[in-house]
């Protein structure tokens, strides 16, 4: 994850016939070659379409407006009300379920509640347009994913899990990495979509949960890294190297990499302007927790991640970036950012 896929990650990671998350192992699986002459969702790869969206945080309106630039007509709903002017081109409907009568739909929603209570709870399944293909790329439960695989295949629509690699100015950018699973013919389907807004897309099979799997491992695994640096300066400040010169050193030998390059830099300068919340982070670790329990696994080092980020969420530090753990750590225990009179309001 060093290097390729940790390379546009800086943000904010099952199973082809065994356990999902058998000890985090990934098969990257070939799409089998399907039929166009028999996709049930042969509609939706005309060049422009009509796409809904769920979900216009930072990364959902970027990603909406690269939709919107690609050609395409997008609908797009949120809990909470949008300006119309922060999204041009975009549509703004009144009802969730007006952004599933289009050939595909995105969700970008915070959390499994979230997905529930918008889409399952509503009954948004069995209103959508027939053949929709539905593309959850919010970061959800391995158990969740199947659960969503399960009801969409009773309702007859397509169902891509497809979780992102990148903040917010990544997805701005249309450079994120997006990985997808789903049935072959969906993920065909909603193919072109996913190129408007990527730099790759990481196919890994037909399983939707692979890339939930994949997703909270990469994420966990960024956790690890930043404490990781977060350690380093601890030992080496002890002695007065400055942390800027360690980074260097770090960066120039041993670790290279976006993930390296950003979190040492936000570590250096004490910069922790959310580009993926602290509060999002320990949702994660909470259910890359729940992935190993599932497989009857203790990962230590993720229970000692988990850890850090809960007691920075418990100090008021939730909306701050996830890398606050680190100055956390390096302060032992508490942070620069504790002398700010309302934390919770700083972005």
Sequence with gaps: MIGGVFYALSGACADAGQPVGAGFGLTIARQPASDPAHSPHLNNRRKNMQIGFIGLGNMGSAMAL??????????????????????????????????????????????????????????LLASAQPGLTHVVTSTISVAFARELELLHEEAGLGYVSAPVLGRPNVAASGQLNILAAGKADAVAAIEPLLASLSKKIWKLGENPALANTAKLACNMM??????AMAEGVVLTESV???????????????FSGRAYESYSAQITERSF????????????????????????????MLEAVREGLSKAVSAGF?????????????????????SESNPEKTE
Excluded at 99 to 120: G, H, K, N, Y
Excluded at 240 to 254: C, H, K, N, P, V
Excluded at 279 to 292: H, I
Excluded at 319 to 328: E, G, P, T
Aim: charged residues 25%; glycine residues 8%; hydrophobic residues 45%.
């Design 222 to 227: 960024i956790a690890m890294a930043i404490e």
């Design 66 to 123: 690269n939709l919107v630039k690609a050609g395409h007509d997008v609908r797009a709903w949120n809990r909470s009300k949008v300006a119309q002017e922060s999204i041009p081109g975009v549509t703004l409907v009144k009802r969730a379920a007006d952004a599933f009568q289009a050939d595909a739909v995105f969700t970008m929603l915070s959390d499994d509640p979230a997905i529930r209570e918008v889409i399952l709870d509503a009954g």
């Design 273 to 300: 302007k959310p580009g993926f919340k602290a509060e999002l982070a320990l949702k994660d670790m909470r259910l890359a927790t729940e992935a190993g329990n599932e497989i009857g696994r203790t990962l230590p």
């Design 240 to 254: 007065g190297l400055d942390r800027a010169d360690f980074f260097e050193l770090i960066l120039g030998t041993l």
């Design 318 to 338: 939730g909306k701050k970036d996830w890398s606050i753990m680190a100055d956390m750590t390096v302060r032992g225990g508490d942070s620069m950012a504790s």
